[in-house]
């Protein structure tokens, strides 16, 4: 907990909800691993903090869930206001379209610097041509100090389609944690908790996510069936991992049973041990069908995987075709299919593949990259705010 004396700037994240996911994974590593001397956080969840706040580890992070039903935030106006005023943070930082109407409170209570983060797609808008949306967002354009973007794709839709300024709009990769998400070191790691696959002979496939519509398991399933359909001497081998809870699980599930290919894969709902999740694993398949600039796929390439991923968003920014594995298009069993036979039919490429990811991933998406991006952008709008106040350094 922070004291009233403490000197540190601070940022106040909002998002819709503090829980499991890509985004909030983000915001999870970025406090973690910016210097403790830089910037104090608070996180603000529209509708509710789940037990995922104990993934942040530093100790002086407050968190606040004000419980929001569906629809426009509005009635929170006021207890948004009481809030800032309380807090006076330095930087509202909303993320994706559920939190940018908060930047509107924020600016009547008198916050000078505000951010807001373009993560992914809406589910309602997966291209982005939806004018509703567009219109939204440039309605609220004018209580935004800056923007950033996670993919090129999104910086684009931000300035062509939004028309936001490009001088108002900073594209930034997400990072990952290359001691955490690492190779397996030769052999499959075998001690994942409940997992029934486990032996050298086996090729594992698999994701991990929330399991809803746009992230489209129900595909992966499909192809991974399509698979057996073109391969059966595969069947001995090939084996599907599939991550996570919701909507789409009981789907996928009912795909496979229909196959009579259930003993095949494993459906185990959300797990925490995401790393070691990664490190059973031989490819990582990611089926969305929309998205910003994926953690997972970041993770999965840092664990030396090769990754076969759909062609939306950000995903080819990522994962360099038939160099770190495959960009397929979305919704499209045979394409995914092809790749998975491929890879699983040629092992020591698949594994060329996931070497040549970790190298990129070293080279382009560290986490240290990503969170010198964000520090320096907030000294960079602070700066003209606090005047000759001295920010900290942008690196450790």
Request: glycine content about 8%; overall charge positive.
């Amino acid at each position: 907990m922070a004291t009233v004396t403490d000197k540190r700037p601070l940022v106040l994240h909002v998002v819709y909800r503090f829980d499991t996911g890509g985004l909030e994974n983000g915001v999870v590593n970025l406090i973690n691993h910016m210097p403790i001397n830089a910037y104090r956080h608070v996180i603000l969840a529209l509708t509710e903090v789940t037990d995922f706040r104990h993934r942040i580890t530093r100790g002086d992070v407050d968190f606040f869930a004000l419980n929001k039903s569906p629809g426009h935030a509005f009635k929170l106006y006021p207890q948004l206001f009481r809030i800032f005023r309380k807090l006076r943070p330095d930087i509202v930082h909303t993320r994706n379209l559920a939190a940018l109407e908060v930047v509107v409170p924020a600016w009547f209570a008198g916050v000078r610097v505000r951010i807001h983060g373009e993560h992914g797609r809406d589910v309602g808008d997966l291209d982005g041509s939806n004018r509703k949306f567009q219109w939204i967002r440039r309605i609220y354009s004018p209580f935004v100090n800056h923007y950033l973007a996670l993919s090129r794709d999104l910086a684009c839709y931000l300035v062509e389609r939004v028309k936001i300024s490009p001088a108002k709009v900073t594209q930034v990769y997400n990072g990952v944690d290359l001691a955490l998400f690492s190779p397996s070191q030769g052999r499959r790691y075998l001690t994942v908790v409940g997992c029934p696959f486990v032996g050298p002979d086996l090729w594992i496939a698999g994701t991990v996510g929330r399991m809803q519509t746009v992230k489209d398991q129900v595909t992966l399933a499909y192809a991974f069936v399509r698979v057996l359909e073109k391969a059966p001497v595969l069947r001995s081998r090939l084996r599907l991992v599939l991550v996570g809870d919701g909507d789409l699980r009981a789907q996928c599930q009912a795909v496979l049973d229909a196959a009579g290919v259930s003993d095949l894969a494993w459906l185990p709902g959300e797990r925490s041990d995401v790393p070691d999740i990664m490190r059973s694993l031989d490819c990582f398949v990611l089926p969305s069908l929309a998205e910003g600039i994926s953690n997972t796929i970041l993770e999965a390439m840092a664990s030396g995987l090769p990754v076969v991923a759909t062609d939306v968003g950000g995903n080819a920014d990522l994962v360099v075709h038939g160099i770190t594995g495959h960009i397929v298009p979305a919704a499209n069993v045979e394409a995914m299919a092809l790749s998975l036979l491929q890879l699983a039919s040629e092992p020591e490429l698949a594994r060329s593949m996931g070497l040549a990811g970790r190298l990129r991933v070293f080279e382009k998406f560290s986490l240290q990259a990503m969170v010198g991006t964000y520090q320096g952008l907030y000294d960079q709008l602070l700066r003209p705010v606090l005047g000759n106040l001295q920010l900290p350094p942008t690196t450790r």
